[in-house]
Antibody, heavy 115, light 109 residues
Framework: EVQLVESGGGLVKPGGSLRLSCAAS????????MNWVRQAPGKGLEWVSS????????YYADSVKGRFTISRDNAKNSLYLQMNSLRAEDTAVYYC????????WGQGTLVTVSS | QSALTQPRSVSGSPGQSVTISCTGT?????????VSWYQQHPGKAPKLMIY???KRPSGVPDRFSGSKSGNTASLTISGLQAEDEADYYC?????????FGTGTKVTVL
């Protein structure tokens, strides 16, 4: 069974940092591009970042460019999102999702940025 | 990267059909045949329902269908069922980025 499990969320002060992880299982992780998508409380979905299977291509939404860094470790079947200079507007549930079609999604991890 | 425009809500009785529109620009919806649709029940992760405008993943009922004309994509749910009540989001590739729609709440009357 294809499974994605996010972790690393929590409460952080404005200006702080957090590193999210997404553990993948049930498929050949190194063959697929991966993505991060977030959803602020009560709001819609927002694409955050994408990384190709070999990390050759990396893309970011303008809202996080220069502050967030996506990476992956194919040997560990893991996807990461390093989030720096966090702002209140970054508060959201962060999902990882497989391939260009965003399928499937993990259960999400909540990041709260507040003083 | 402005969000794609969807109606806030649509509703229908069981057995009826509803259609959700998703309007973008020539830089996203109109420029690529990479539009997907997601279903999200409260408190749950989104689920892929349609990809590449009109393709259905295995396991998704054929009551769900997608199409596109110009800068507007559409999701049609035929034979509406109670379990179809959820939020639906479209998404389009936009050249080195993706943009999601504003979301539509489908209510089964």
């Amino acid at each position: 069974e294809v499974q994605l499990v996010e972790s690393g969320g929590g409460l952080v002060k404005p200006g702080g940092s957090l590193r999210l992880s997404c553990a993948a299982s049930g498929f050949t992780f190194s063959s697929y591009s991966m993505n991060w998508v977030r959803q602020a409380p009560g709001k819609g979905l927002e694409w955050v970042s994408s990384i190709s299977s070999s990390s050759s291509y990396i893309y970011y939404a303008d809202s996080v460019k220069g502050r967030f860094t996506i990476s992956r470790d194919n040997a560990k079947n893991s996807l990461y999102l390093q989030m720096n200079s966090l702002r209140a507007e970054d508060t959201a549930v962060y999902y990882c999702a497989r391939r260009e079609e965003f399928d499937p999604w993990g259960q999400g991890t909540l990041v709260t940025v507040s003083s | 990267q402005s969000a794609l425009t969807q109606p806030r809500s649509v509703s229908g009785s069981p057995g009826q059909s509803v259609t959700i529109s998703c309007t973008g620009t020539s830089s996203d919806v109109g420029g690529y045949n990479y539009v997907s649709w997601y279903q999200q029940h409260p408190g749950k992760a989104p689920k892929l329902m349609i990809y590449d405008v009109s393709k259905r993943p295995s396991g998704v009922p054929d009551r769900f269908s997608g199409s596109k004309s110009g800068n507007t994509a559409s999701l049609t749910i035929s034979g509406l069922q109670a379990e179809d009540e959820a939020d639906y989001y479209c998404c389009s590739y936009a050249g080195s980025s993706y943009v999601f729609g504003t979301g539509t709440k489908v209510t089964v009357l």
